[in-house]
């Protein structure tokens, strides 16, 4: 089992409709997690914190579910500029260190 | 615009060139990363300077040699690379991290694109 599974997708998504997106992660006692956003041919950038109450950015809301061991993203009356590919990202330990780590991504397509 | 400045953008080298990668950060972050990405996937850890010490070498080989200067630089120097080195090199910094911690606040620079011939 990987550490952090995304579905690859991709998500192919009218303009205007409500997505989400899932991703598992293995070890428990992971401590904190992320969502980056990475367009095509850029650098990834923050795009939410997830937090254990869950949070709310304008059209983007993520939950974390610790008994079951994901988080989830939700996007709101997708934009075509939301196009991109979502990285989840866990801070869990490995070799008594605690690291990045980093899910393969889901690739969404909005389309017109 | 991103915080982080990584030179060059692109680079192409022969197999038996010498090169270096350089990326600067002035928002007083104290962990440097190098990251590796392959088309399709996700960035992979190389190294990672806290304090301007190495604290995290992922086994990467030892044609890629690491160095921080100071807290606001960080170098990877390439020899000898093979083909399959070609991917984009992604130098990031958060504002702490450590051997047992790491914060995921990664800012990124716009990376460089390595093709070795």
């Known amino acids: 089992r990987k550490e952090v599974e995304q579905d690859p997708g991709p998500f192919n998504v009218p303009e205007g409709a409500t997505v989400a997106f899932n991703c598992t992660y293995s070890?428990?006692?992971?401590?904190?997690f992320f969502w980056y956003r990475q367009d095509c041919r850029k650098e990834p950038k923050l795009l939410m914190s997830v937090y254990s109450s869950g949070n709310e950015d304008g059209r983007f809301t993520a939950q974390l579910n610790r008994a079951s061991q994901y988080i989830s993203l939700l996007i709101r009356d997708s934009k075509l500029s939301d196009s991109a590919t979502y990285l989840c990202?866990?801070?869990?330990?490995?070799?008594?260190?605690?690291?990045?780590?980093w899910g393969a991504g889901t690739k969404l397509i909005i389309k017109p | 615009d991103t915080e982080v400045t990584q030179t060059p953008k692109h680079l192409v080298m022969g197999m038996t060139n010498k090169k270096s990668l350089k990326c600067e950060q002035h928002m007083g972050h104290r962990a440097m990363y190098w990251y590796k990405q392959k088309a399709k996937k996700p960035p992979e850890l190389m190294f990672v300077y806290s304090y301007e010490k190495l604290s995290i070498n992922e086994s990467v080989p030892s044609r890629f040699s690491p160095e921080c200067p100071n807290s606001s630089l960080l170098n990877l120097h390439l020899h000898a690379l093979q083909p399959e080195d070609s991917a984009l090199y992604l130098c990031a910094s958060s504002l702490s991290g450590g051997p047992t911690f790491v914060t995921g606040e990664l800012f990124f620079g716009e990376g460089s694109r390595l093709t070795v011939l």
């Open positions: 990202v866990v801070n869990m330990e490995r070799d008594s260190n605690y690291q990045l780590i």
């Open positions: 070890n428990s006692a992971s401590q904190s």
